[in-house]
């Protein structure tokens, strides 16, 4: 019986087996990464879900963080954005700092969306005069210039400096700068939640001492009322922080100032409310529109971008120029 069956497969798979080659072959094709990425227009996250506020106060309208899609680049997706409107192909090493990896790139990514979560709860509570407490400041190793001499790692946390503690790039800088060239600075770090000792050496650009490194600051704080914000490991980068921080606004305030319209926006956020440029904001506004947004908020420096593909698409959407988390909503009050 076994030999009848087994005959049977072997005829089944001579018969067949160009099929099964082709099908392998396509399978490696769609598996097999390029050195390339390819953006498209992506969509919103609706933050109804994502953003907790003890108590809070209900939205009427949507407010969602805009994003852009990201396809793997294997050779039928490239070959296809040739094809497919607004799908532009971007080389991996545009999108990372030089001798970094992609991972490496995402992980800083993650840090950086930690660290607009922090600053959309502070700013939003200070701009809604809510009890809000910063206990400390962390500061995780983000970039590592290739001229530098110290055994820092990648997303070390630096506890101290020369024993001093550090909460800030500029604490950081001003004791570097009491440095002179070749001096070995002192640090104290926390590298995969072990404390531990290491240096760097100081050398000069353009006169100015330095020791090759850029942190990230994350925050640990106290708030009345309790708020949280949720992420998916997926998602990564620092712009979605304005609409994470008005979302939180409208939540700790009695005003909705969605007015009940479907408000889409990018843009990264400070502790202060200063609102950043952001990337991509050409697939961004298209993903807004194609989520029929009736408002788009865009970063000021990100406007005339906006404006230019609006006029080429002739998308009917309402372009709102913002500098600052009060503006925003100052802004949404007019609606």
């Known amino acids: ?6 005959g049977k497969i072997k005829t089944f798979l001579k018969e067949n087996y160009k099929f099964f080659i082709l099908l392998i072959l396509i399978v490696a094709l769609f598996q097999y990464e390029l050195p390339f990425k390819i953006y498209s227009p992506g969509g919103m996250v609706n933050l109804e879900n994502r953003v907790t506020v003890e108590n809070g106060y ?9 994003y852009v899609s990201m396809i793997r680049g294997s050779v039928p ?15 991996v090493s545009e999108l990372t700092m030089e001798n970094e990896t992609f991972d490496e790139r995402f992980q800083i990514d993650r840090i950086s969306t930690q660290q607009s979560i922090d600053a959309a709860i502070i700013s939003s509570f200070q701009l809604a005069k809510k009890d809000i407490s910063i206990k400390q400041e962390v500061p995780h190793v ?3 210039d290739e001229s530098s001499k110290t055994d820092l790692k990648l997303f070390d946390i630096i506890l101290s400096v020369d024993g001093q503690t550090i909460k800030s790039m500029d604490e950081l800088r001003k004791i570097i700068e009491t440095h002179q060239e070749k001096d070995i600075v002192s640090l ?3 590298r995969d939640e072990k404390e531990m000792d290491a240096t760097a050496e100081v050398y000069l650009v353009e006169g100015a001492p330095k020791i090759g ?21 997926s998602e990564s980068g620092p712009s979605g922080g304005l609409m994470m921080a008005l979302s939180l606004y409208n939540s700790l305030v009695e005003e909705d100032i969605t007015k009940g319209k479907k408000i889409i926006g990018t843009g990264t956020i400070d502790i202060n409310g200063k609102v950043g440029e952001i990337g991509g904001v050409r697939y961004k506004l298209i993903g807004a529109v194609q989520k029929k947004a009736e408002v788009f908020l865009v970063p000021e420096g990100n406007y005339e971008e906006a404006v230019k593909v609006k006029n080429e698409k002739g998308y ?3 372009l709102i120029s913002v500098s600052t988390l009060k503006q925003a909503v100052e802004e949404l009050q007019k609606l």
């Open 1 to 6: 019986m076994w030999k009848k069956i087994g």
């Open 58 to 66: 209900k939205t009427e309208g949507e407010l969602g963080m805009a």
């Open 77 to 91: 997706f490239l070959l296809l954005s040739y094809i497919i409107p607004d799908w532009d192909i971007v080389p």
């Open 142 to 144: 983000t970039y590592l």
């Open 188 to 190: 104290h770090i926390l």
């Open 213 to 233: 490194v850029a942190i990230t600051i994350t925050y640990q704080y106290e708030e009345s009322p309790k708020a949280s914000i949720k992420t998916k490991e």
């Open 316 to 318: 009917d959407i309402r």
